[in-house]
Structure formats: structure tokens, C-alpha cells
């Protein structure tokens, strides 16, 4: 079947505006969850949906950064006023369940270069 | 703080040989570990896990073992194969929410 996907896979943007990074999950998948990656690290956690509601936002690293799923299906992470630390790849993942073994299905990103 | 930490940002192996990748971490609340791999320009694949109340988990050529008094995980890889060539990430995990991921381990399998 179809796994998660991005879009767009790759985002050049000017210093100060605003972009949406798109995320499709895979069909059924209750938790989804936003990443951020730098060059030469591991992924580090943003946000995670249960549904619609946001379970946990305590890895946005400011107001600037907001995230949905209004449907409980298809996540958008949206960034304001974007800034050159900004400059990242941004992965979505989505899982079957909360609880037990978190095996997280991972897309292939979206790398956003901030000018 | 690094609560996970892969502190060899890269190995090398040869073909058929046993690869070796350690991880250490620092919350004693994790309750699942898991591997991924990385290619360029794709997301982690989930390569094996291990609950927190397990010292070893076995998946083909694949074992994790877990040392929780030390706080240390190590994942094998025997033998290793050309196509083993990724990033290899650690990840941690409380009550199933968010992934804490160490740097990654650059494997590189020589023929």
C-alpha cells in the first residue's frame, strides 16, 4: 500500500515569508508526527496529532511554527516569517497506534531552504 | 541535553564481517528502543526494536541487545552487506509518543 507522503520534496523560500509543508499519512494511522532534521542529526520532534488534537506541541521551538490535521488525516505544518535556521529537512510520520512499540512509518521529507 | 547519543558518527566494515553499533541514553523512563536506517534523500525505514523489560531481540541478521544498568544499546549486523551502507539511527520512546533520536552512525560495508 501507499506510504506517507510529502509535499512539496523540496521548498526555496525568502527570509520573513510564510510557507505549508503538506503531509498525507498512511490510511488509518491515528498518530502522525512532524520532525525537523539538520545536516549531520537525527531527527528531532516537533508535534504530534492523536486524531485531530495536537497530543503534544512541546518540541515547536516558537509561535512561529503551527500545525493541522482538521480532519484527522492530512497534516499541514505551517511556518511564518521563516528564517535562515529555518533551513531543514521536515519529515512527517504516522503510526497505527500510541501505545506499545511506537513503530513510526516516516515519508521522504521536505527540504526547505530559507534565503 | 542529548538524552540519546550515538558517539561514533561513522564505521567501517568489511564485507561478511560483523558491524557493530552502539547508542547510549540517559532517561531511565524510556520504554522502547527502536533502529532505523537512512539512505540520501529518503525518510528512516524502522529496521527492529526492543521493549525496555527485554536485553535482546533477534530479526534475521539483525540483533539489538539492551543493557539497561548502563543505560547502552548496541544493534549487530552479521554478516554485512554492501546494501547495510546507510545512517543508522537509535531512537527512544516514552508511553508511545514522541521519538528521541541520537546523531546517527554512518555504516559503510566494503566488498
Known amino acids: 500500500g501507499a506510504g506517507v507522503s510529502q509535499t512539496p520534496s523540496n521548498k526555496v523560500t525568502e527570509k520573513g515569508k510564510y510557507v505549508e509543508l503538506r503531509c498525507d499519512p498512511i490510511s488509518g494511522h491515528t498518530a502522525l508526527y512532524w520532525y525537523r532534521q539538520s545536516l549531520g542529526q537525527g531527527p528531532e520532534f516537533l508535534i504530534y496529532f492523536q486524531g485531530t488534537g495536537a497530543a503534544d506541541d512541546s518540541g515547536l521551538p516558537n509561535d512561529r511554527f503551527f500545525a493541522v490535521r482538521p480532519e484527522g488525516s492530512v497534516s499541514t505544518l505551517k511556518i511564518q516569517r521563516t528564517e535562515r535556521g529555518d533551513s531543514a529537512v521536515y519529515l512527517c510520520?504516522?503510526?497505527?497506534?500510541?501505545?506499545?512499540?511506537?513503530?513510526?512509518?516516516f515519508g521522504p521529507g521536505t527540504r526547505l531552504t530559507v534565503l | 541535553d542529548q538524552q540519546v547519543k550515538q558517539n561514533s558518527p561513522s564505521l567501517s566494515v568489511q564485507e561478511g564481517r560483523i558491524s557493530i553499533l552502539n547508542c547510549d541514553y540517559t532517561n531511565s523512563m524510556f520504554d522502547y528502543f527502536l533502529w532505523y536506517k537512512k539512505y540520501p534523500a529518503e525518510g528512516p525505514t524502522f529496521l527492529i526494536s526492543?521493549?525496555?523489560?527485554?536485553d535482546k531481540n533477534e530479526d534475521g541478521r539483525f540483533t539489538v541487545f539492551l543493557n539497561k544498568s548502563a543505560k547502552h544499546l548496541s544493534l549487530h549486523i552479521v554478516p554485512s552487506q554492501p546494501g547495510d551502507s546507510a545512517v543508522y539511527f537509535c531512537?527512544?520512546?516514552?508511553?508511545?509518543?514522541?521519538?528521541?533520536f541520537g546523531q546517527g552512525t554512518e555504516l559503510s560495508v566494503k566488498p
Open positions: 526492543i521493549s525496555s523489560i527485554k
Open positions: 510520520a504516522s503510526s497505527p497506534r500510541t501505545s506499545g512499540i511506537n513503530e513510526q512509518f
Open positions: 531512537a527512544a520512546s516514552v508511553l508511545g509518543g514522541k521519538l528521541i
